[in-house]
């Protein structure tokens, strides 16, 4: 009976033991609730705490990442938008965020929902569409200072998808596929102007270097023409002179016909 006893003390100890050492890790931190008010800080490491009496609660200060789920909101021109957003977010005080709000995460996904319904409530839908970076910047900036009284610290927000009406999605695809017809159209036309100006160019180019070679040509045929007649025109004036030489001196006789001939002779070279 005995053995039985201090079998059953054994064990109760061995119990009481266990649930006296509270081990948390590194990325962890906590608070120890004694009999309903806090008693002390779980750290990193090993933590000894009264078994029955103390309860330990754990923290992960770690940056985690919360899903805002797609929600229909209506922008200031009246039109239905469905968003969706992811926030990250890191336990920066273990205290607030145990005593402040029951559930912080909770807290946070509600209070994106409706600071973000708020923010689109006072944009046109063309400004949802084009001022992403400045919806994340506004969401942020409420995010983080309505969270500080609960320990957390928002350290990112991204809209992930903004999805339009289905009629002004239509739209918009009709006129990005007209956009692009025109982009499309304006490189054809861009394309044919240039094809047609580097043909005048070749044309311009062979004519100038054909109207070259012509004036070369010419040149030369002018040059020898004058180098010609100014060679005969030379010989008519020697002949001429040697004529009336000739025809003066009393002892050489050269008959006229014979010049005739030689003037003859000339232009037949």
Known sequence: MMFWFWIIVGLIVMYILIKSVVIVNQYEMGLIFRLGKVAGILKPGVNIIIPLIDVPIKVD??????????????TKDNAAVTIDAVIYYRVVDVDRALLEVQNYEYAIINLAQ?????????????????????INSKLLDTLDKD?????????????????????????????????R???????????????KILKA?????????????????????????????????????ALDVTSLVLKDNTKYVISENVMDIAKKFVKQQ
């Open 201 to 237: 160019e070749g044309i311009a180019q062979s004519l100038r270097i054909e109207a070259e070679g012509q004036a070369k040509a010419i040149k030369i045929v002018a040059e020898a023409a004058q180098q010609y007649f100014k060679d005969e025109a030379q010989l008519y004036k």
């Open 114 to 134: 409706t600071t973000l319904r708020a923010i689109i409530g006072s944009m046109e839908l063309d400004g949802v569409l084009d001022r992403r970076e400045y």
């Open 147 to 179: 969270t500080d009284a609960w320990g957390v610290r928002v350290e990112k927000v991204e809209l992930r998808e903004i999805e339009p009406p289905k009629d002004i999605k239509d739209a918009m695809t009709q006129q990005m596929k007209a956009e």
């Open 61 to 74: 200060v770690r940056t985690k990442v919360i899903d805002i789920p797609p929600q229909e909101m209506i």
């Open 181 to 195: 017809l025109k982009r499309a159209a304006i490189l054809e036309a861009e394309g044919e102007k240039q094809s």
